[in-house]
Nanobody
Framework: QVQLVESGGGSVQAGDSLRLSCTTS????????MGWFRQAPGKDRESVAH????????LYRASVKGRFTISRDNAKNTMYLQMNSLKPEDTAIYYC?????????????????WGQGTQVTVSS
């Protein structure tokens, strides 16, 4: 069983930055593609960013491209989401997801492990 733990959320002003982390103790972490999703109140969960197991390829939703950066450190079993120039519409619970394949995955249904989420609130 792979447990994912997100951290780094918080309440910030528009234009500020946050860095989310997703950590696991699982040695299999380095074999899994990973991603970030988010869910705003009253809305469906949506894809934010995705990264391959090696970190050599990434994909972003259009609204965060150029502002958010996904990365991973396989030696630390940790994935990151650097969020800059935050906007009120980025307010949501952010979830990390992992596995089961190494290649880029973008659909929610492709992931099998999920964290509990971390709240990000951006005020104007």
């Amino acid at each position: 069983q792979v447990q994912l733990v997100e951290s780094g959320g918080g309440s910030v002003q528009a234009g500020d930055s946050l860095r989310l982390s997703c950590t696991t103790s699982a040695e299999t972490f380095k074999h899994y593609a990973m991603g970030w999703f988010r869910q705003a109140p009253g809305k469906d969960r949506e894809s934010v960013a995705h990264i391959t197991s090696s970190g050599d390829d990434t994909l972003y939703r259009a609204s965060v491209k150029g502002r958010f950066t996904i990365s991973r450190d396989n030696a630390k079993n940790t994935m990151y989401l650097q969020m800059n120039s935050l906007k009120p519409e980025d307010t949501a619970i952010y979830y990390c997801a992992a596995g089961p394949r190494p290649g880029l995955q973008i659909l929610e249904s492709q992931y099998i492990y999920w964290g509990q989420g971390t709240q990000v609130t951006v005020s104007s």
